[in-house]
């Protein structure tokens, strides 16, 4: 299982942003698609985006789609997710994770078979 260490989590104001890393832990001879997820707590961890192997084709949930951005070392098992113009519901721990299954329905990614987490990073977003 390819984990990953996620970093560039911290607090902020809304409207501000932040960048987030992810980086494969381990080596790994296959490049995979990269989904990234939050969580709070009590609450079901959420994917909010995937990026495919060569970061040509990306997905976003509704709820971060125009303020998120998600690109990729397409060499490596490296993803980065830019977001901009954040707003307290973004409050979360933030983890990545490497795409077992990927599909592509109507020219839309699917990314699935998420099964191993790093330790993630908060994101706190308060004023």
């Known amino acids: 299982q390819l984990q990953f260490v996620e970093s560039g989590g911290g607090s902020v104001q809304p409207g501000g942003s932040l960048r987030l890393s992810c980086a494969a832990s381990?080596?790994?001879?296959?490049?995979?698609?990269i989904g990234w997820f939050r969580q709070v707590p009590g609450k079901e961890r959420e994917q909010i985006s995937c990026?495919?192997?060569?970061?040509?084709?990306?997905n976003y949930a509704n709820s971060v789609k125009g303020r998120f951005t998600v690109s990729r070392d397409t060499r490596k098992n490296t993803a980065y997710l830019q977001m901009n113009n954040l707003k307290t519901d973004d409050t979360a721990t933030y983890y990545c994770?490497?795409?077992?299954?990927?599909?592509?329905?109507?020219?839309?990614?699917?990314?699935?078979?998420?099964?191993?987490w790093g330790p993630g990073t908060q994101v706190t977003v308060s004023s």
């Open positions: 994770s490497a795409a077992q299954t990927v599909q592509y329905i109507g020219g839309i990614l699917k990314c699935y078979g998420f099964d191993s």
């Open positions: 990026i495919s192997t060569d970061g040509d084709i990306t």
């Open positions: 381990s080596y790994s001879e296959g490049v995979y698609a």
